[in-house]
């Protein structure tokens, strides 16, 4: 039974996050690649739609620039037969002074041919905005 | 063939959001199920997670306190046997000054004899926290 193409991604993708090497990452992703992880561009630049390899392999070198990836647990996981959707829990540090940041993501993912053709990530962005920054940002209470 | 599990509670949950009403919404959620929308509790309490089927209708009922659905977009679906992933685009306006809210959620949910027995949501949360303000929160540009 061939390997579903989630996990040679999975492999590349934490790969990079974990040792900034992006070659196993390069050879994954589709040359026309859809890719868009949501969030607020402001703070982080890796943020937002990109298209085509290039730009998805600078965004991953931008994301390992500022955080180094140490465990990561799949907390759920649906496979199709190209595609794959997972909702996984990434612990990280700030690659500067080292702050311990614990972020729960949502990914789609479709494939073809093997290649990762479209990501779509959804994170708890104010949760990370507020690990980010060190301090609460204080909310009304709507509800 | 039997429809998936999803269909029954896609629709029962809808129903909630756009009618009030959570009598359907009652016979698709298990006894015992386990449920979390991740977020910003200190804004919306109906964030968090809860146990049980009366908690989980006290949180929908609390949704339906604060916003009203408008219409929804499935952006990406897995089916698994007994579980569904989904990637939904919600359009809202708040109940009370009519604003209009767009959100995107992924949800993972479980089901067991055609009943929910355990639902996951992801939020780009700090988009949604700028929407229900009105306004922009300043952020540093960290990279």
């Known amino acids: 039974m061939t390997e579903h193409s989630l996990w040679r991604f999975s492999r590349a993708l934490h790969h990079a996050l974990q040792e900034r090497q992006t070659d196993q990452l390069e050879a994954v992703l589709d040359d026309n690649i859809d ?3 949501y969030g607020p561009i402001d703070m982080f630049a890796f943020f937002g739609a990109r298209h085509g390899k290039r730009p998805v392999i600078e965004v991953v070198r931008q994301i390992t620039d500022v955080v180094r990836l140490h465990r990561f647990d799949r907390e759920s996981l649906l496979l199709g037969e190209d595609s794959a959707a997972s909702l996984m829990r990434y612990s990280l540090t700030s690659a500067g002074a ?9 990914q789609f993912a479709q494939f073809e041919g093997g290649r990762l053709t479209s990501l779509r990530a959804v994170i708890d962005t104010f949760d990370l905005v507020e690990q980010t ?11």
């Open 133 to 143: 920054l060190g301090r609460e940002i204080h909310l009304p209470k709507i509800a």
């Open 98 to 106: 080292g702050t311990p940041i614990s972020v729960r993501v949502a």
């Open 35 to 37: 890719w868009a992880i």
